[in-house]
């Protein structure tokens, strides 16, 4: 099937998050690839996803998994060639698939060939002005220009070494020290990166997810972090005319080209200025990734996010896990059912049992919330994190950025599981002599796409159900809902024409309201009665 332009599709899409190093591997590598990828397309859309979402697959040293990029304009050989990509994109398109690029604009890698000769050039290159050099502070320039912690923890600044051997200026970077920060007050960074833009747009891309996209703009005086005063580099002012200028780009080109922020903010109206009909055209919602299992936190999460899109017009979206945070079905089987990086620890038990249930629930749930949703890859086969991942295999600059009190982000990014009893499940081609770059779990393999294909109780089935009956519901999607009474501890909402989603998050069963048909359950029912953690679809009358 081909894509036919209609209302924007990003208003109402299910996308897939695809990880390229952990979904499949092509070569033979131990790594995934673009050839991988290609080769496992009928999986998703036999999934129903109306798009895909790469995470970054550039030409990168890979100190932080390829958020540390030297080549916006290529592909690093470990996943392939831009050849390759230039066909993916184009089979997608032939599959009704569209595709989502991740551009990282905060920062680059250390091998950038701007930061290189920055460095290279010693005090008066020209590029330094390109990124965030200062001298240091106190005698000799010993002490960093700030005391600001990075979003990985730890300090933010590094010192160079000039030319001549004698140590230099620092240059700043909010995560890991191979990842300058860019200046964003610069001209010719903003040039570039609109470059990059349209050098994307031109090969076919749909859209454009930006990383870290809150963090760009920096105030020059450099102040430390204050509670009572704007923060020095998080959602500063000076960003929204940067997303003005990529949003005309965007605007420019044929078929409703889209911009999806990454925009972790607590405060819903400055979220919202990201989405002003000028700027972005879409944002992650962070709020309700991390929202309690409970249904009081969710239903004001829920409310909260509707009501801060309204009056932009921008659709909201529904995530439940991503490529950063703990996978949802661990989550959810802890007795903190919430995600925070400030409280994600080792050593936490966990009921996985009843994880994979809530889980399920919480699939239905955000498929039937007004918006676009988001799929994060493995979530269809009810994968949970992996925790046990040897010290010596750990990868994630986090892990040791923290002092090794984060366990990092390895245990959501393992490689998926496709067929077979033993590791790599699939992952590689068989006789592939290489391992895969993270270990899997031997108890995955009843969490292979082929065990679970065909059973009408598995998690996989659930997914594809639940995408069928949203692409072919016209209450579904973009829209809006109206709350329905209901028991204490249910979620009950109405989307028209006809449809009504119940979630029991008590630990009673309860009565399902009159309706004409069951349309879907995420587990199974208790006769005309809806079990704890359990959630339905149901066809009822229009208002």
């Known amino acids: 099937m081909s894509i036919v332009d209609s209302s924007p599709w990003w208003r109402s899409a299910v996308i897939y998050q695809v990880y390229p190093r952990s979904f499949a591997d092509g070569n033979g590598d131990g790594v995934g690839d673009v050839a991988g990828i290609r ?17 970054p697959w550039y030409p990168s040293p890979m100190a932080d998994a390829g958020y ?54 010693g005090p008066d290159a020209p590029e330094r002005e390109l990124f965030w050099f200062r001298a240091g502070r106190g005698p000799g320039g010993d002490l960093p220009p700030t005391d600001w912690t990075g979003e990985f923890g730890g300090p933010t600044w590094t010192r160079t070494t000039d030319p001549d051997g004698t140590p ?36 076919g891309v749909d859209g454009i997810r930006i990383d870290s996209a809150g963090l760009l703009v920096k105030d020059g005086t450099l102040p430390e972090v204050h509670p009572d005063r704007p923060h020095p580099f998080r959602d500063q002012d000076g960003v929204h005319d940067v997303y003005r200028a990529w949003r005309r780009i965007a605007d420019s080109y044929p078929g409703e080209r889209a911009l999806v922020g990454e925009v972790w903010l607590p405060d819903r109206q400055r979220f919202a200025h990201y989405l002003r009909p000028d700027e972005l055209h879409t944002a992650f919602n962070f709020d309700f990734l991390g929202c309690a299992w409970d249904a009081t936190a969710l239903r004001e ?18 995530v439940l896990s991503n490529h950063d945070v703990t996978r949802h079905v661990t989550r959810y089987g802890r007795a903190d059912t919430t995600f925070s990086f400030a409280a994600k620890r080792e050593g936490i038990p966990t009921d996985l049992e009843l994880g994979t249930r809530r889980a399920r629930a919480a699939a239905l749930l955000s498929l039937a919330l007004p918006g676009a949703a988001y799929v994060y890859q493995g979530e269809e086969l009810g994968l949970w994190e992996v925790e046990d991942i040897p010290y010596a295999l750990r990868q994630d600059p986090m892990w040791e950025r923290s002092g090794r009190v984060d366990p990092g982000r390895d245990g959501c990014r393992v490689p998926l599981p496709w067929q077979g009893d ?28 082929r ?34 009474p209901a028991a204490d501890r249910v979620l009950a909402f109405a989307r028209e024409p006809g449809f009504t989603c119940l979630v029991n998050l008590g630990h009673e069963a309860v009565p399902l309201p009159a309706h004409e048909e069951l349309l879907l359950a995420s587990g199974p029912l208790d006769d005309d009665r809806l079990p704890p953690d359990t959630a339905v679809w149901l066809r009822t009358r229009s208002a």
């Open 422 to 449: 033993d590791p790599p499940f699939g992952f590689s081609p068989e006789g592939a002599s290489a391992a895969p770059w993270l270990p899997q779990p031997a108890e995955w393999k009843d969490r292979t796409v």
């Open 39 to 55: 080769s496992r397309l009928d999986h998703l859309a036999a999934l129903g996803v109306d798009a895909i979402w790469y995470s």
């Open 451 to 484: 065990v679970q294909t065909g059973d009408p109780h598995s998690m996989l089935e659930l997914y594809r159900a639940a995408l069928a009956r949203r692409r072919a519901e016209p209450a579904l999607g973009d829209g809006a809902l109206t709350w329905l």
């Open 68 to 121: 540390d990029v030297s080549d916006y304009r290529d592909i690093d050989p470990v996943f392939g060639t831009l050849t390759e990509v230039e066909a993916l994109i184009t089979e997608a398109h032939a599959l009704g698939i569209r595709t989502i690029v991740d551009v990282v604009p905060n920062h680059c890698s250390d091998a950038h060939p701007w930061f290189r000769a920055a460095l290279a050039g």
């Open 301 to 318: 999460s829920i409310d909260g996010t509707l009501a801060a899109h309204a009056p932009v017009g921008a659709p909201a979206t529904w």
């Open 168 to 203: 230099g200026d620092w240059y700043l970077h909010l995560f890991a020290p191979q990842q300058p920060d860019f200046n964003w007050d610069h001209p010719r960074v903003r040039a570039e990166f609109e470059a990059i833009l349209r050098f994307w747009f031109d090969r």
